[in-house]
């Protein structure tokens, strides 16, 4: 297991530790990641106040990291944003590929991360929603499509009578 500390530039105080492991572990899909969570709300909710762009690192599944302009875009109704201050959600574009451009949403259970590239679409969300929400994944969607299986509702085909508990 390799260990990488990604630092945003012009970004202080905003730190994502990589952990890449085998995509065979826990889950069986993309990259275990750890995110400073805590130093990423505290930058992302300053852009929202100053309703200002920011620029974050986010991890890729290849173990990389690309820089991200990101400014707040609100999807909830302006009555439920307010009881729930610690939902927010914004626009992400690539800095390096502008092309690669999403959404992000951040909550106390994590970030979810939705970027729409050439290539497929990268998938950043927690794995430990309440035991641990600073642990995430790293996936192009392509890879949970390949994990698909058949489903089976164990129903028997064959005609059964049915007759009513009432008459």
């Known amino acids: 297991m390799r260990l990488f500390l990604l630092l ?27 995110l400073d969570l805590k130093a990423l709300r505290g930058e992302l909710m300053e852009a929202a106040l100053e309703k200002k762009t ?4 986010l991890p890729l599944q290849n173990g990389e990291s690309m820089d991200f302009e990101v400014i707040e875009s609100p999807v909830m109704e302006q009555g439920l944003a307010d009881q729930f201050p610690e939902i927010k959600s914004f626009l992400i574009q690539g800095i390096a590929q502008p092309t690669w ?14 970027v729409l590239t050439e290539e497929g679409t990268m ?10 929400p600073n642990k995430h994944r790293v996936y192009w969607n392509h890879e949970l499509a390949a994990l698909r299986q058949e489903v089976s509702c164990g ?4 005609k ?8």
């Open 101 to 114: 451009k999403g959404r992000i949403a951040i909550s106390p259970f994590g970030l979810v991360a939705v």
């Open 160 to 167: 059964q009578s049915f007759s009513p508990l009432m008459t």
């Open 8 to 34: 945003s530039i012009g970004v202080p105080n905003f730190a994502m530790s990589q952990q890449v492991e085998s995509s065979t572990t826990n889950t069986n899909l993309g990259v275990q990641i750890t």
């Open 123 to 132: 998938v950043i969300e927690p794995t430990e929603r309440y035991s641990n």
């Open 155 to 158: 129903v028997n085909s064959q």
């Open 54 to 57: 920011s620029r974050i690192t």
